[in-house]
C-alpha cells in the first residue's frame, strides 16, 4: 500500500469506525451470534490481494454481528474498558509510527514520553514521591503482578533469585477477593497454587481481614515458610472493595513483604481528589497498578504500573544478549524499558494515553470519572428506596453490587430478562453464596437515561 493510498483507504476506515460509533447504541449490547457462526461466513484467504473494500463489507456483514460492544452505553458488565475516539487515533499514530520501543535506543521517544507521562501522572494522581522515575506502562495489569512477584522474589532472595530460582519456601498473600491474575502470576513464577494464601475478608465490607493476614505470615514464618509479597486490592473485581492498606503494610513491614497494590479499576479514582482516603497508605507500597484501558478513556491494552525499587525490578528481569548492546545503555544514562516487563519488544503504547490526557486534559478526565460516581450513586439511591432489590456489598465508586430480596432465582431471572433485551448487559457476582448483580457504570457514553432505564427494565 502506497502513502496515497493509504491516506484514501484510511479516510473510509476512519469514516467507518466515526460511523459505528455514532450508531453504537442501536445494536444489541451482547453479540447475538450461535457459537461457530463467525467462522462459518469466512471464506479462504485469497491468493491474489484483493484490496480494502472486501474487508470493510466483512466488517459490516459479519464482525458487527459477532461483535459485543463495550461502548455502548448500556455496557454495565464486567468493568469498563474505555476505547475513547482521542485513543484510537494514538493507537493509529503507534502504528503508524510503527517503532519497536524495547531499548531508548530502539526510538528514545517511546521511551521519554511514557517515563514523562508517568511522573506527571505521579503529581496528578497525588501518588507518593518515591514512584517518581519507577513507572512504566505495561500490556495489562495481569502482567504487572507478574513483575511485581518477580521482583518481590528477587529482593526476598537477596538478589540470588535471578541465579537460582525459587527454593519453595515463599509465600504470597492474597485475599479471597484478589483477582485470579495473582493466583497466575505465582504459578508462572514457579511458586505453585500451594504457595498462595487466601486471606478471609471481613464478612460486612469484603475487604482483607488483616488480623488474619498477621496470623497466617506468622504462622508461615514459624514453618520456616518466607513471605514475600502481600496484594492488597483497592476496587476488588466482584464487589468494589478496599482493603485497609495502611495497616497492610504494617504487616508487610514487620517482615520485609513487598506489598503490591492491585488498583486496575479503581486506581483511575485517584486523579480526583475527593476519592483519594481509598488509597490511604499507598506510600508505603512497592508497587501499584492502575489500568488506563479501563476507567481512564484510553483503548485496551495499557496499564499503569509503578515500583518504589526499579532498581530491583530491573537486576530481576535484565537481560542484555549481544545483539542489543549499544552505547546509550552502556552510558548508563537511558532506561530501557524491555527490563522492565516480560516481552522484549514493546509498543509505543504511551502515544494514546498522551492523545488521551491532551485531548481531554486533566479536568476532563476527572469529569468522566465523576459522572459515572453520581450515576452509580442515583442507582444507589433507586436501590435504597426499592422494596424488592437491595445492596449487596457498600458501593464503592462507579460499581453497585444489587439482588432482589426475594432470592438468587429472582435476581437471577432478571438478570436474564435485562440481558436478553439487547438494550443492556450486566454480569454478576457471588457475595457469601448469594447471587449478585454488578452493575459497573463506565462506558463513554452513558448518561443518566441509560442507567434510568437499566433500572427499570431491572425493577420491571
Ligand atoms: N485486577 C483487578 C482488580 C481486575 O478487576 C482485573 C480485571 O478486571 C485485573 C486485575 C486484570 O486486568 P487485566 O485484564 O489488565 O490483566
Not at 173 to 201: D, I, K, W
Not at 267 to 276: D, M, N, Q, S
Not at 356 to 361: E, I, M, S, T
Request: with cysteine; charged share 20%; net charge negative.
Amino acid at each position: 500500500m502506497k502513502p496515497e493510498e493509504f491516506r484514501r483507504i484510511g479516510h473510509e476506515v476512519v469514516d467507518w469506525i466515526a460511523d459505528y460509533r455514532a450508531r453504537v447504541e442501536d445494536f444489541p449490547v451482547r453479540s447475538q451470534v450461535e457459537p461457530g457462526w463467525v467462522r462459518g461466513q469466512l471464506s479462504a484467504l485469497p491468493e491474489r490481494g484483493e484490496g480494502f473494500g472486501p474487508l470493510l463489507a466483512d466488517l459490516d456483514r459479519v464482525v458487527l454481528p459477532g461483535t459485543t460492544h463495550w461502548q455502548h452505553p448500556g455496557f454495565f458488565a464486567y468493568f469498563p474498558s474505555n476505547a475513547s475516539l482521542p485513543s484510537v487515533l494514538g493507537d493509529l499514530l503507534s502504528s503508524g509510527l510503527g517503532v519497536q520501543g524495547m531499548l531508548w535506543a530502539t526510538s528514545p521517544a517511546a521511551t521519554e514520553v511514557e517515563q514523562h507521562l508517568m511522573d506527571e501522572l505521579v503529581a496528578a494522581m497525588d501518588l507518593p514521591r518515591s514512584f517518581l522515575g519507577g513507572g512504566v506502562i505495561q500490556d495489562t495489569a495481569s502482567s504487572a503482578a507478574l513483575v511485581a512477584v518477580l521482583a518481590a522474589l528477587h529482593r526476598s532472595s537477596g538478589g540470588t533469585w535471578r541465579r537460582s530460582g525459587v527454593d519453595g519456601a515463599e509465600t504470597v498473600y492474597v485475599s479471597s477477593q484478589t483477582h485470579s491474575s495473582l493466583e497466575r502470576a505465582a504459578r508462572l513464577a514457579g511458586l505453585g497454587e500451594q504457595a498462595v494464601r487466601s486471606v478471609p475478608v471481613s464478612p460486612s465490607t469484603l475487604a482483607m481481614d488483616v488480623a488474619a493476614l498477621a496470623e497466617r505470615v506468622r504462622a508461615d514464618v514459624a514453618a520456616g515458610r518466607r513471605p514475600v509479597l502481600v496484594c492488597a486490592t483497592v476496587g476488588t473485581t466482584g464487589t468494589g472493595a478496599v482493603d485497609p492498606l495502611r495497616e497492610i503494610a504494617d504487616v508487610c513491614a514487620e517482615h520485609g513483604i513487598w506489598l503490591h497494590v492491585d488498583a486496575a479499576w479503581a486506581g483511575p479514582a485517584a486523579l480526583c481528589p475527593e476519592f483519594r482516603d481509598l488509597f490511604d497508605g499507598l506510600e508505603r507500597a512497592d508497587s501499584f497498578t492502575a489500568n488506563a484501558h479501563k476507567w481512564m478513556l484510553t483503548a485496551f491494552d495499557l496499564s499503569l504500573f509503578w515500583t518504589a525499587h526499579p532498581g530491583v525490578l530491573v537486576d530481576a528481569l535484565a537481560i542484555l544478549p549481544e545483539y542489543l548492546r549499544n552505547t546509550a545503555t552502556e552510558s548508563g544514562a537511558v532506561v530501557d524499558y524491555r527490563d522492565w516487563q516480560i516481552p522484549l519488544g514493546r509498543r509505543f503504547r504511551a502515544l494514546k494515553l498522551w492523545s488521551v490526557l491532551r485531548w481531554y486534559g486533566l479536568e476532563g478526565v476527572r469529569a468522566h470519572l465523576r459522572g459515572h460516581v453520581e450515576l452509580a450513586a442515583l442507582l444507589e439511591s433507586w436501590v435504597g428506596a426499592s422494596e424488592d432489590w437491595e445492596l449487596v456489598t457498600p458501593r464503592t465508586l462507579s460499581l453497585v453490587t444489587i439482588a432482589r430480596r426475594d432470592g438468587d432465582d429472582a435476581t437471577r431471572a432478571a438478570m436474564d430478562r435485562v440481558n436478553g433485551s439487547g438494550r443492556v448487559f450486566v454480569t454478576h457476582t457471588v457475595v457469601d453464596g448469594r447471587f449478585a448483580i454488578r452493575v459497573a457504570i463506565g462506558a463513554e457514553a452513558t448518561r443518566e437515561e441509560h442507567v434510568r432505564a437499566l433500572w427499570k427494565a431491572l425493577d420491571a
